[in-house]
């Protein structure tokens, strides 16, 4: 067959000739993210739902058309960039989304060109001795001993369940503060595992008093009750007090998991590592580089305290792992997911954790913890808005003096509306508030006031 000419669409990404099909295509990209980006001209699109979704449909046109249309790539993606809610902008500060490296999105970049598939090693030498290289040191920073990749914290806390289970039968019963992520008692549901026990929360964190009082009132065999504590929070960034319920685990026997999705990558921060102390006495703790790690979707990860526990995920098919394959040296990677095709996203990983090394990484997760502070202390000094507390990472959560919370859901509706802010929304001491999420190195002291100026001009008087 012969090679598409130059300007083909059908050219392919790799190969001898992909670099040449790829440069013209990389400029039409970047300069539809641009375009689109001045098209925007702010955090997110103003008009809401239906006038994003009338632009959407004007640019696509017909999904499928008989004939191609060459300048597609452009058309979209400034369609995209367009309607887009912009992590890297300085107000967009609703949720843990990060703004991606430049130096991780261009990792990301050679894995889609070279395109191979981590379910089996001749289709992914390199990337599988890679991804064992980089799981294993980063599940020892975390004082645990192998990890495995994953989509993100949901899939991680799904086979925390999963592993326990395996270990310990389908009776294991979940533990877990009325502050924890959806995803583990959704996990319990599609396990088959008995109705989670909730644990009140009411400062935000885990009470000690209940959660002894639930380990000693429904005391079972030991490893009978998984205990999922968490290392910063969705709405607050909070962390439960991880070594006294390390400790209670201990004495009642129970198996402990710490959902470190959103807190995790202050481990890199000399600062602020202590605050995860007790993270080394998990027996399986959920990383997310997706959220304080600036690495473009997906980059998660499951740290398990004994490698033995994956054993569980083992599986055989002849086609990717036949025995005499495995007995002749070739590595068996079906048992480090409960995926089979999966793309090596441990290479955007490895590449910015050897770019800007523990000391780098650290250096950011300090920029965005001091910018929490900073915002902070604006909102504390502001007669017109009341901060709920300093915060722990890098979120703040705060609304205007004697509002109702209807007003403060209206407000953030307006801000999105109008395309001049994304901020998020918590419920804590049963009320609502605003939620800024700082994940943005570069933001700085002045984007914080306009933020604030912008809430404020949005509130009724």
Same mark, same amino acid.
């Given at each position: 067959?012969s090679?598409?000419?130059?300007?083909?669409?059908?050219?392919?990404?790799?190969?001898?000739?992909g670099p040449?099909?790829?440069?013209?295509?990389l400029?039409?990209?970047?300069? #539809?993210?641009? /375009?689109?980006?001045?098209? +925007?001209?702010?955090?997110?699109?103003?008009?809401?739902?239906d006038?994003?979704?009338? +632009?959407?449909?004007?640019?696509?046109?017909?999904?499928?058309?008989?004939?191609?249309?060459?300048?597609?790539?452009?058309? $979209?993606?400034?369609?995209?960039?367009?309607?887009?809610?912009?992590?890297?902008?300085?107000?967009?500060?609703?949720?843990?989304?990060?703004?991606?490296?430049?130096?991780?999105?261009?990792?990301? &970049?050679?894995?889609?060109?070279?395109?191979? /598939?981590?379910?089996?090693?001749?289709?992914?030498? #390199?990337?599988?001795?890679l991804?064992?290289?980089?799981?294993?040191?980063?599940?020892?920073?975390?004082? =645990?001993?192998?990890?495995?990749?994953?989509?993100?914290?949901?899939?991680?806390?799904?086979?925390?369940?999963? &592993? #326990? +289970?395996?270990?310990?039968?389908?009776?294991?019963?979940?533990?877990?503060?009325?502050?924890?992520?959806?995803s583990?008692?959704?996990?319990?549901? =599609?396990?088959?595992?008995?109705?989670?026990?909730?644990?009140?929360?009411?400062?935000?964190?885990?009470?000690?008093?209940?959660?002894?009082?639930?380990?000693?009132?429904?005391?079972?065999?030991?490893?009978? $009750?998984?205990?999922?504590?968490?290392?910063?929070?969705?709405?607050?960034?909070?962390?439960?007090?991880?070594?006294?319920?390390?400790? $209670?685990?201990? #004495?009642?026997?129970?198996?402990?998991?710490?959902?470190?999705?959103?807190?995790?990558?202050?481990?890199?921060?000399?600062r602020?590592?202590?605050k995860?102390?007790? =993270?080394?006495?998990?027996?399986?703790?959920?990383?997310?580089?997706?959220?304080?790690?600036?690495?473009p979707?997906?980059?998660?990860?499951?740290?398990?305290?004994?490698?033995?526990?994956?054993?569980?995920?083992?599986?055989?098919?002849?086609?990717?792992?036949?025995g005499?394959?495995?007995?002749?040296? &070739?590595?068996?990677?079906?048992?480090?997911?409960?995926?089979?095709?999966?793309?090596? *996203?441990?290479?955007?990983?490895?590449?910015?954790?050897?770019?800007?090394?523990?000391?780098?990484?650290g250096?950011?997760?300090?920029?965005?913890?001091? +910018?929490?502070?900073?915002?902070? *202390?604006?909102?504390?000094?502001?007669?017109?808005?009341? =901060?709920y507390?300093?915060?722990?990472?890098?979120?703040?959560?705060?609304?205007?003096?004697?509002?109702?919370?209807?007003?403060?859901?209206?407000?953030?509706?307006?801000?999105?509306?109008?395309?001049?802010?994304?901020?998020?929304?918590?419920r804590?001491?049963?009320?609502?508030?605003?939620?800024?999420?700082?994940?943005?190195?570069?933001?700085?002291? *002045?984007?914080?006031?306009?933020? $604030?100026?912008?809430?404020e001009? /949005?509130t009724?008087?």
């Amino acid at each position: 067959m012969s090679t598409p000419p130059p300007g083909d669409p059908a050219r392919l990404a790799s190969g001898p000739d992909g670099p040449h099909a790829l440069r013209p295509l990389l400029d039409t990209v970047l300069d #539809a993210l641009d /375009s689109g980006r001045r098209a +925007r001209s702010g955090p997110l699109p103003a008009g809401g739902p239906d006038a994003v979704a009338a +632009r959407m449909r004007d640019a696509l046109g017909d999904v499928l058309p008989e004939s191609g249309d060459p300048d597609a790539l452009r058309t $979209l993606v400034h369609a995209l960039a367009e309607g887009a809610a912009d992590p890297a902008d300085p107000l967009c500060a609703a949720h843990l989304h990060c703004p991606p490296l430049a130096v991780a999105t261009a990792a990301d &970049l050679a894995v889609s060109v070279l395109n191979p /598939s981590l379910d089996s090693w001749d289709q992914a030498p #390199a990337a599988s001795e890679l991804e064992a290289l980089v799981t294993r040191e980063l599940a020892h920073a975390t004082g =645990l001993a192998d990890s495995v990749v994953t989509t993100g914290g949901t899939e991680s806390n799904q086979l925390a369940l999963l &592993l #326990a +289970r395996e270990s310990h039968g389908s009776g294991v019963r979940l533990v877990c503060g009325a502050n924890a992520h959806h995803s583990l008692p959704r996990a319990a549901w =599609l396990l088959g595992l008995p109705e989670p026990v909730v644990v009140p929360a009411p400062s935000g964190t885990l009470d000690l008093a209940a959660l002894h009082e639930a380990l000693t009132d429904i005391a079972g065999p030991r490893g009978s $009750l998984l205990v999922a504590a968490t290392a910063g929070t969705t709405d607050a960034g909070l962390i439960d007090p991880l070594p006294e319920i390390a400790g $209670l685990c201990a #004495a009642h026997g129970a198996r402990l998991h710490i959902d470190a999705a959103h807190g995790g990558a202050l481990l890199f921060s000399d600062r602020h590592r202590d605050k995860l102390t007790g =993270l080394e006495a998990a027996h399986t703790v959920t990383l997310d580089l997706h959220k304080l790690g600036w690495q473009p979707v997906a980059a998660g990860l499951l740290a398990v305290r004994r490698p033995r526990d994956l054993a569980v995920l083992h599986q055989r098919a002849d086609y990717l792992n036949a025995g005499d394959d495995t007995e002749a040296g &070739l590595p068996d990677l079906l048992g480090r997911s409960l995926r089979t095709t999966r793309r090596p *996203d441990i290479l955007k990983i490895a590449v910015t954790l050897k770019t800007l090394g523990r000391t780098g990484v650290g250096a950011l997760v300090d920029q965005v913890c001091a +910018r929490a502070r900073e915002f902070a *202390d604006l909102v504390r000094d502001h007669p017109g808005f009341e =901060l709920y507390d300093r915060p722990t990472i890098s979120t703040v959560l705060f609304r205007p003096a004697g509002a109702t919370d209807d007003t403060v859901a209206a407000v953030r509706r307006k801000l999105l509306t109008d395309g001049h802010a994304v901020l998020g929304r918590a419920r804590l001491d049963d009320r609502l508030w605003l939620k800024a999420t700082l994940l943005n190195p570069d933001t700085r002291p *002045d984007d914080l006031a306009g933020l $604030l100026k912008l809430v404020e001009g /949005s509130t009724p008087r």
